[in-house]
């Protein structure tokens, strides 16, 4: 059966769209908060021939959408610390709005938002794969498995640095 997908904090809907080229059957949905976001996320499915199989919604994970029964959530929220956003490269701020990159004061504010809404969003036996900021996989980790999510495991980038942690739902 084809896989439903959802990106929460899509963005640019760059990590949906990949998802989408690469799983040919799939289809998808993208949220974010900001309605320019979601909008430049469905612009760039139409030119990449993958608007007929992706939906982008603005709004709040938690009421963005009724129901769930995804096969696989993803997202790379906002994790970045508060009182480092002032030392990041130009590059970084001239380019991402304050609001997609400022993730509280430890940077786990939208983990901690996430985390209980995952079982909502699952299938059972669904997956989940978050990116998360350097230092913070075993937060992130811990706060999935507080939510009954089993197998929690966390993967390295291509550098090497702990970046991405994976759940299940129960099922």
């Known amino acids: 059966a084809p896989l439903r997908l959802l990106d929460l904090g899509t963005g640019s809907g760059c990590i949906l769209l990949a998802l989408l080229s690469e799983l040919p059957a799939a ?11 979601a ?6 499915a ?13 709004g709040d994970w938690a009421t963005a959408l009724g129901g769930g029964g995804f096969d696989v959530v993803v997202s790379n929220p906002p994790y970045i610390p508060d ?4 030392g990041l490269a130009p590059e970084v701020t001239r380019h991402d709005p304050l609001l997609a ?20 969003l699952l299938r059972p036996g669904g997956l989940a794969a978050v990116e998360h900021g350097a230092g913070q996989g075993a937060a992130v980790a811990a706060l999935f498995a ?6 929690v495991e966390r993967l390295d980038d291509l550098g090497g640095h702990d970046r991405v942690v ?3 739902a129960p099922g």
């Open 27 to 37: 289809r998808g949905v993208g949220v974010d908060l900001s309605p320019a976001a």
């Open 39 to 44: 909008a430049a996320a469905r612009r760039n």
């Open 46 to 58: 139409d030119r990449l021939g993958l608007g007929g199989r992706a939906a982008f919604l603005a």
């Open 83 to 86: 009182a480092d956003i002032p």
């Open 101 to 120: 990159l400022a993730g509280g004061a430890d940077g786990l504010d939208c983990y901690r938002a996430l985390a209980p809404e995952l079982p909502r």
């Open 146 to 151: 507080a939510t009954g999510l089993m197998a």
């Open 166 to 168: 994976v759940a299940r």
